[in-house]
């Protein structure tokens, strides 16, 4: 087996592994911006976007280039270094506009 097929067969593997962790109602970004929707809701203050942070046991930081405040879950559980990135969009108040959330992994 050359490299070419090896790295072929560990990305094919990764994916299926990273697709049963979703499978298996793991936390992941879906799951997570469901959670958020529930909670806030457009137009929300910068108070009570900051107190969904803080209840929830995140760090959140704002970044005022991005107009956003932005928390990560780290270490979701899996095989894989697996976490969620929230991003917070906010207007020039700071009231909510949008959510996003992105998984993210990396490998050992």
Excluded: W
């Excluded at 490299?3 to 298996?24: H, P």
């Excluded at 203050?45 to 969904?52: G, K, L, N, Q």
């Excluded at 107009?67 to 909510?96: F, W």
Aim: glycine share 8%; aromatic share 8%; with cysteine.
């Amino acid at each position: 087996m050359n490299i070419g097929n090896l790295r072929r067969l560990t990305a094919l593997v990764l994916l299926l592994v990273s697709l049963g962790c979703v499978a298996q109602g793991k936390t992941n970004a879906k799951s997570v911006l469901a959670e958020v929707n529930a909670a806030l809701s457009k137009g929300d203050a910068p108070d009570v976007i900051e107190s969904y942070f803080k209840n929830r046991g995140l760090f959140a930081s704002y970044d005022r280039f991005g107009s956003r405040y932005q928390s990560i879950i780290r270490n979701t559980g899996g095989p894989l270094d697996h976490a969620v990135v929230i991003y917070v969009y906010v207007d020039e108040k700071r009231r909510l506009l949008r959510v996003e959330t992105h998984d993210s992994y990396t490998g050992p």
